[in-house]
């Protein structure tokens, strides 16, 4: 099967799709936040002065704020009866607080309740164009209107 129909509250899906594309400024209240939720409070992605000693421009944005992005991503597209079974991806540049990133994917595979796609984040500068890429390598593995792991007897299929 290389398309999905709409059915079940899920778009039509085929292979080269283009995933709505997520964008966000990530500000340093995020990163605070972000440390708060997560219980990381490696000062380099929060205290300007650690940053500016170690010569750096601003704080870094967590690494693990990237999963996080392209899992938003996936799930407003593909809308709550989606999960994430699988999520990979490699870090390639370092993005500051304050910067710009757009998240971006293309579908690769679709089969019955499942629809692989191939991902990627970059840094936008102030007019969109793309400044450097941030994560790459990313593949995910989305299955519709399945749980999966632990706790998922207790989803409704």
């Known amino acids: 099967m290389n398309a999905i129909e709409e059915q079940a509250g899920h778009p039509a899906i085929a292979v080269g799709d283009a995933v709505p594309v997520l964008e966000r ?16 409070f490696y000062k380099s992605h929060y ?34 009866r989606s999960f994430v079974h ?6 390639k540049n370092l993005v500051f607080a304050g910067e710009t990133v757009r998240c971006e994917g293309t579908v690769t595979a679709v089969s019955d309740g499942e629809v692989s796609v191939d991902l990627q984040v970059v840094v936008c500068d102030p007019q969109g164009a793309v400044d450097r890429v941030a994560v790459s390598g990313g593949r995910a593995v ?16």
């Open 86 to 91: 699988q999520l990979a991806f490699t870090f």
């Open 47 to 80: 205290d300007p002065a650690f940053v500016a000693e170690a010569k750096l421009p601003a704080p870094i944005v967590d690494g693990q704020v990237f999963g996080a992005l392209l899992v938003e991503q996936l799930q407003d597209w593909l809308g709550a």
């Open 25 to 40: 400024t990530i500000t340093l209240v995020d990163m605070i936040a972000y440390a708060g939720a997560t219980w990381d």
């Open 142 to 157: 989305v299955l519709l209107g399945q749980a999966d792991g632990p706790g998922a007897a207790g989803v409704p299929r």
